[in-house]
T-cell receptor, first 112, second 116 residues
Framework: AQTVTQSQPEMSVQEAETVTLSCTYD???????LFWYKQPPSRQMILVIR??????QNATENRFSVNFQKAAKSFSLKISDSQLGDAAMYFC?????????FGKGTRLHILP | GAVVSQHPSWVICKSGTSVKIECRSL??????MFWYRQFPKQSLMLMAT?????????EQGVEKDKFLINHASLTLSTLTVTSAHPEDSSFYIC????????????FGSGTQLSVL
């Protein structure tokens, strides 16, 4: 069965600094999607970034980028120039067919 | 971008009553919708997968008779918590996939259920 592991329950970063959130997953499939979702205090789930497993190029969305290591089954999220609005719970997710599996999340604190 | 509307945002009910939560895709057709439950400071737990026109597929441990899911159209899925009890109090979130592909998954804003 597929699993998603986020080993950092909480992290803190100074405003304007860079932080990396870790995510590993386990699957025997070769074609799938990986996501990072942000859940702020409003609890609305917001898509941060998406990676297609068959694409070797790491996805980038403005200040957010991923380091996708398919062989290592690793999918980390880098947030550059951290802003106060980035404070939230971040969930890594794996999706294939009709299934999407979430990690337990990492709570990110931004220190002013 | 695609919008998923979930209603109500908040509901308080007495123990033993039933509560219906609606999830609508406003600008796309969603052949598949998902229902999640989220406890405080925890991740989303998939309860069931809802496909338009067919019975929902429930995850192991989720009571089908307690959590009734209906996906009657390509834009609407409902979750009914029947005979609610305090332990059913939780945050419920729906999500939908446009066009049946899990390339993008859009979430509703969630429903906080409190059972007295």
């Amino acid at each position: 069965a597929q699993t998603v592991t986020q080993s950092q329950p909480e992290m803190s970063v100074q405003e304007a600094e860079t932080v990396t959130l870790s995510c590993t997953y386990d699957t025997s499939e070769s074609d799938y999607y990986l996501f990072w979702y942000k859940q702020p205090p409003s609890r609305q789930m917001i898509l941060v970034i998406r990676q297609e497993a068959y694409k070797q190029q790491n996805a980038t969305e403005n200040r957010f980028s991923v380091n996708f290591q398919k062989a290592a089954k690793s999918f980390s999220l880098k947030i550059s120039d951290s802003q106060l609005g980035d404070a939230a719970m971040y969930f890594c997710a794996y999706a294939r067919d009709d299934k999407i599996i979430f990690g337990k999340g990492t709570r990110l604190h931004i220190l002013p | 971008g695609a919008v998923v509307s979930q209603h109500p945002s908040w509901v308080i009910c007495k123990s033993g009553t039933s509560v219906k939560i609606e999830c609508r895709s406003l600008d796309f057709q969603a052949t598949t919708m998902f229902w999640y439950r989220q406890f405080p400071k925890q991740s989303l737990m998939l309860m069931a997968t809802s496909n338009e026109g067919s019975k929902a597929t429930y995850e192991q441990g989720v009571e089908k008779d307690k959590f009734l899911i209906n996906h009657a159209s390509l834009t609407l899925s409902t979750l009914t918590v029947t005979s609610a009890h305090p332990e059913d109090s939780s945050f419920y979130i729906c999500s939908a996939i446009p066009g049946g592909s899990n390339e993008k998954l859009f979430f509703g804003s969630g429903t906080q259920l409190s059972v007295l």
